[in-house]
């Protein structure tokens, strides 16, 4: 089951969530793996999936004035 969740973010908490998102996707890829199995590479790409559409997620999010 997903459960979703509301939050409201002014512009400039959006923007650092983004930038929190793009940190941690660097790190995944940056990531060394002395010896990598086809599991950990399957891993690291479902990882970097689930970031980024994340991260597209919360780049749609429209912002609203109050």
């Known amino acids: 089951m997903n459960e979703t969740i509301t939050l409201e973010l002014t ?3 959006k923007e ?3 930038r929190g998102l793009r940190f941690v996707r660097s790190s995944i890829m940056l990531d060394i793996n002395d ?3 086809n599991e950990s590479e399957d891993e690291r790409r479902s990882n970097l999936r ?3 559409e994340l991260a ?3 780049n ?3 912002v609203m004035a109050h």
């Open 56 to 58: 597209e997620h919360v």
């Open 16 to 18: 650092i969530l983004l």
């Open 35 to 37: 010896l990598p199995t």
């Open 60 to 62: 749609r999010a429209a």
């Open 50 to 52: 689930q970031v980024t």
């Open 11 to 13: 512009k400039d908490q």
